[in-house]
């Protein structure tokens, strides 16, 4: 027999809250090839993320990629760890606690803010459960991917609808499919390219870098490389930037197909080659610094655009915890817990002593 979560009986003084569960793709646990290995095997075993036939991929999974790139990764993990952990996690830590604090001052009914990773820890099953345990009656899932993908956004729903599946009771549930356009977080990208021309200066060229996915996932339907497009022209409008001074390009290859295009490296080496001395790069799509814009783009592609003749690369840091990416979040978040956010603690009180009341005359 199936038993569900919620093991208690219902408390009818409990006061019900509202829970916002952000979203990542997650990390390893170590920057160690075992913990790779745990990772890799988990994170590209889920089919959004390959779609191929089962058996097929499994044996290219196991007796090929996972024997070899565990220990690459875990060397490319090593040069951007941290004396606490993956920046990864420890971003995303910072994000919840200031949305935390933001949406605590703003709205008028209790929230409680967790976290949950699509693979690794802490899970969305363990950032679910802590909402739980609070209370939440209303839960808003978050995922910090702001241009929707079958590869990130998609699997990251399987996932919670996976979580949901051992519960007794499904609360209130709604899920933030992107948010490429939402004038908040374009606004928040704007300002830190400009504040970040403002300390350095601004180089001749400024690359919108996103995440790639296989060319076949767009071809069968996939949004994400036209919101990608959006954003980073959105962006470039409001720097004010003419065509001739921006491009989008696509990053993270993994294996032999064709990935969208333009390829980040093939760009940057392009321009360098052609002349351009100074460039800047933005990751837009990633929400918190981490493997793919630290080491990728801020070691790897700086490497390649100044071996080829390019004088200055800047990278120009993901929106992490600013201020102004936490505003646009908590914007993000009103906007969609319309109607789920505006009774007062003291009203939740004493609806919650009469349910109680009730309960206990029912008993008599
Ligand atoms: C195998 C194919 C992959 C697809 C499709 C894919 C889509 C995708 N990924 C992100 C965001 C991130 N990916 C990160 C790391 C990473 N991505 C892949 C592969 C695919 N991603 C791998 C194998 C790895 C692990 C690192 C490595 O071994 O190279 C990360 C960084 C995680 C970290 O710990 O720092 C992010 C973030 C998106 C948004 C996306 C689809 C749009
Ligand atoms: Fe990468
Ligand atoms: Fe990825």
New binding site residues.
Partial sequence: MKSYLNTTAFDHQAIPQLGILLIN?G??DEATPQALRRY?AE??ADPR??ELPRWFWWFILHGIILRT?PAK?AKKYQQIWTATG?P?LNISQQQVEKLQTVLTQQFQSPVTVAMGMRYGNPSIAAGLEQLRKANAQRILCLPL?PQY?S??TGSTFDALSQAFKTWRWIPDVRFISHYHDFPAYIHALANSIQQHWATHGQGEKLLFSF?G??QRFFSAGDP?PCECQKTARLVAEKLGLADTQWQVAFQ?R??REAWIQPYTDETLIQWAKTGTKRVDVICA??TAD???TLEEIDIENRQLFLNNGGQVFHYIPALNAEDLHIQALAELVKQHAQGWSDKPLSVLQAEARQRAQRAADAQK
């Fill in positions: 793709l990390t390893p890799l994170f590209l993320i390959t790139r990764s993956s990864l991917y993908s590869a990130s995440h996915i296989p994400y993270s993994f294996g799509g990633f981490c493997l793919e």
